[in-house]
C-alpha cells in the first residue's frame, strides 16, 4: 500500500508543472540539492523573509515548502501575539538583514545588473561549458576515464540547475514586482501578463532558424527524406542546421529527466519541424494593448507602471534563455553520458540496455558499476518498473499540515513587499493554491478558437512522437526545450501550470493558442478527438469523440 507522508516539517505543495512522477534517482539528487541551494542564496540577496524554497519527492513526486526563516522545523500550529511578531520582523538579526536586503532591491532593482551581465557573457560563459563536455568524444574515453567523465557531469549539471534557481530569482523578480504593482493598482496579471508578449528573442530565435531552413527547402523544390539532405542543399542551410543541432541537440526535448529524449535523439522531429512548422506573427497591437492597461493605471502611478513593465520585460529573455541553457542542455548532456556508460555496462554483461544505466545513482558511478560490482540487472530493471508504478499514482495535492502565515501588514514594510512579489509569481506559475482536480477550463493564451484533433499522451515523449502538423498537443506540462516542436501544433492543452508557466510563455512567443492549466485534460480528451481551444473562454470542449 503506497503511503504519502510529508518528507519533513511543514505544509508541502505539489509540482507537476515541472514533474509528473517516477523520476529517477539522479534528478530526485540534483534537484533536491540545487534547488534549495540556489534559492537560498537569492532569497538572502533579495530580502525575502523566508529561508529558501525547499524540495523533497514522495513516492516519485516533487514536494516543494517555503522553508521559514526561523523555526523551520518546529513549525507552530497557532500564531504567537501579534506583538510578538511585529517584534520579531523589527529585532531579530536575520530579519533586520533581510529588511536592509529588501530596502537595496526596491532602491537598487538588482536584476538589472544581473540581466546585463547574462546578456554580455554570462550565457555565453554558461555555453563554453556545456560546449566542452559536448566535444568531449566518450567512444573515446577508457571506462575509467568515462566514469570520472560522467562524475564530473553529474556535478556540472548539478551546479548548473543551482545556478537556474539563483538566476530564477532575478528573471522571476522583476516580473513578480511588476504583476504585483499591477495588482495594487487594479490591474489583475490575467491582463497584465499578456503585456510581455514578444519580449524573449531566445525564444523565438531557434523559430527563425527553422523558418530560414523551410524556405530554403522550398526554394530547392525537392523534399528532403532526411537531414542529410537538407544540408546537401546548401551551405547556408548546412551551417544553419549544424548551428541548430550545435547548441540544441543535446537538450532535454520532452521532460525534466534522464529518461527523456534529447532532439538529435529524434532526427525526424527535427526534420518535421523543418517541413511543417508553421512561423505566426507576434506582437501586433502589443503599443496599443500597453497604452490601455496603462491607462487604467493611477496616473500617480504610471511611472512607476512604465518602469516595472520594461524590467519584467527585459527579463523574460532571461528567463526563457535560463531553462534551456542552465538545465535542459545539461541535463542532456548527463543523458548522454550515461548512456554511454549503459553500452559499456552491456557489453560487459552487467546491464540487460544501455538505458538502465540510467536507473543509477549518484553515488553508484564508478569503474565498480562497470565492472558488474554494482547494482544488478534485476534491480535496475525492478527500479524502472518501480518508478513506471509511481508515476501512475494520483498524488495529493498537499502533504503535511498548512503553517499559519502572519499577517503581511505586521512586516516592516520592504519585507512585505517582497513577499507579495514571490507569493504573485508561485500563483502564477501554477505551483501553489487549491486547484480543482478535473475540467477542462484553465488559463487561456491568445485570442484564436482553434479546432484540431488531439494528440494526447500521458507523458511529453509519447506527444513529440506522434504529434503530426495542424493537431492540438494535449500533455500533462511543457519544457522550453518545446519551442521547436510547438511550431507543429495548432494548439496547446495542458494539464498543468499557470499564466507564466513555460506552456503558457511559449504559447505567447510563439503566437499559438492555449489552454494551460485544465486539471482534466488528460483524463477527459481522448485521443485523437476533435477539440475546440478556447483561449478567451479559458475553456476546452470536445466536439466530437474520435
Not at 169 to 191: H, M, N
Not at 213 to 218: C, D, F, N, T
Not at 255 to 261: E, L, P, Q
Request: aromatic share 4%; charged share 25%.
Amino acid at each position: 500500500m503506497v503511503t504519502w507522508d510529508a518528507p519533513g516539517p511543514g505544509f508541502w505543495e505539489l509540482d507537476r508543472s515541472h514533474f509528473v512522477g517516477g523520476e529517477t534517482p539522479m534528478i530526485q539528487y540534483i534537484q533536491a540539492n540545487a534547488m534549495p541551494a540556489g534559492m537560498r542564496r537569492v532569497f538572502a540577496e533579495l530580502g525575502v523573509p523566508a529561508d529558501t524554497l525547499d524540495c523533497a519527492f514522495v513516492n516519485g513526486f516533487m514536494y516543494t515548502r517555503l522553508r521559514p526563516l526561523i523555526g523551520a522545523d518546529r513549525p507552530a500550529k497557532n500564531l504567537p501575539p501579534r506583538f510578538v511578531l511585529r517584534a520579531v520582523g523589527r529585532f531579530h538579526p536575520e530579519f533586520r538583514r533581510r529588511t536592509k536586503a529588501a530596502d537595496r532591491t526596491r532602491i537598487e532593482r538588482p536584476w538589472r545588473k544581473v540581466v546585463d551581465d547574462w546578456e554580455h557573457g554570462g550565457r555565453e560563459l554558461v555555453e563554453s561549458r556545456n560546449l566542452g563536455i559536448q566535444k568531449v568524444d566518450l567512444n573515446e574515453l577508457d571506462d575509467s576515464t568515462l566514469v570520472q567523465h560522467v562524475q564530473e557531469v553529474v556535478e556540472h549539471c548539478r551546479a548548473s540547475w543551482e545556478h537556474h534557481f539563483w538566476l530564477h530569482g532575478y528573471d522571476l523578480g522583476p516580473i513578480g514586482s511588476y504583476l504585483a504593482g499591477c495588482r495594487e493598482w487594479g490591474v489583475e496579471p490575467v491582463d497584465a501578463i499578456p503585456l510581455l508578449e514578444g519580449a524573449s528573442p531566445s525564444t523565438v530565435g531557434p523559430m527563425h532558424t527553422l523558418a530560414r531552413l523551410r524556405k530554403a527547402v522550398e526554394r530547392s523544390g525537392r523534399v528532403p527524406p532526411d537531414l542529410d539532405d537538407v544540408r546537401a542543399i546548401s551551405v547556408d542551410a548546412a551551417d544553419d542546421l549544424d548551428r541548430y543541432l550545435e547548441y540544441r541537440g543535446a537538450m532535454m526535448i520532452s521532460r525534466y529527466d534522464i529518461d527523456g529524449v534529447t532532439l538529435a535523439e529524434i532526427p525526424d522531429v527535427v526534420l518535421s519541424t523543418i517541413l511543417n512548422g508553421v512561423e505566426r506573427a507576434v506582437g501586433d497591437g502589443l503599443h496599443h494593448r500597453i497604452e490601455v492597461i496603462r491607462a487604467r493605471v493611477p496616473m500617480a502611478h504610471q511611472e512607476d507602471f512604465d518602469s516595472r513593465l520594461e524590467e519584467a520585460r527585459a527579463a523574460m529573455n532571461l528567463r526563457d534563455d535560463n531553462g534551456p541553457t542552465t538545465a535542459e542542455w545539461p541535463l542532456g548532456l548527463l543523458r548522454l553520458a550515461l548512456l554511454e556508460l549503459g553500452r559499456r555496462m552491456v557489453a560487459a554483461g552487467h546491464a540487460a540496455a544501455a538505458a538502465d544505466a540510467l536507473e543509477l545513482r549518484p553515488d553508484e558511478i564508478s569503474l565498480a558499476t562497470v565492472t558488474g560490482n554494482g547494482p544488478s540487472v534485476e534491480e535496475l530493471d525492478r527500479r524502472r518498473s518501480h518508478r513506471r508504478a509511481e508515476a501512475l499514482l494520483d498524488a495529493p495535492l498537499s502533504l503535511g499540515e498548512r503553517e499559519p502565515e502572519p499577517p503581511l501588514e505586521l512586516l516592516p514594510k520592504p519585507l512585505a513587499d517582497v513577499v507579495r512579489m514571490v507569493k504573485i509569481v508561485i500563483e502564477q506559475l501554477g505551483m501553489g493554491g487549491e486547484r480543482s482536480t478535473g475540467g477542462l477550463r484553465g488559463v487561456g493564451v491568445g485570442d484564436q478558437i482553434v479546432r484540431g484533433r488531439a494528440c494526447r499522451a500521458d507523458s511529453p515523449e509519447q506527444a513529440i512522437d506522434r504529434l503530426r502538423g495542424g493537431e492540438v498537443l494535449v500533455v500533462p506540462c511543457t519544457t522550453p526545450a518545446y519551442n521547436a516542436v510547438l511550431t507543429l501544433a495548432a494548439a496547446i492543452v495542458t494539464a498543468d501550470g499557470g499564466p507564466l508557466s513555460h506552456a503558457a510563455v511559449l504559447a505567447r512567443e510563439l503566437g499559438i493558442s492555449a489552454v494551460v492549466g485544465a486539471r482534466g485534460a488528460l483524463t477527459e480528451i481522448p485521443d485523437g478527438a476533435l477539440i475546440d481551444v478556447d483561449p478567451v473562454a479559458g475553456e476546452v470542449r470536445v466536439v466530437a469523440e474520435p
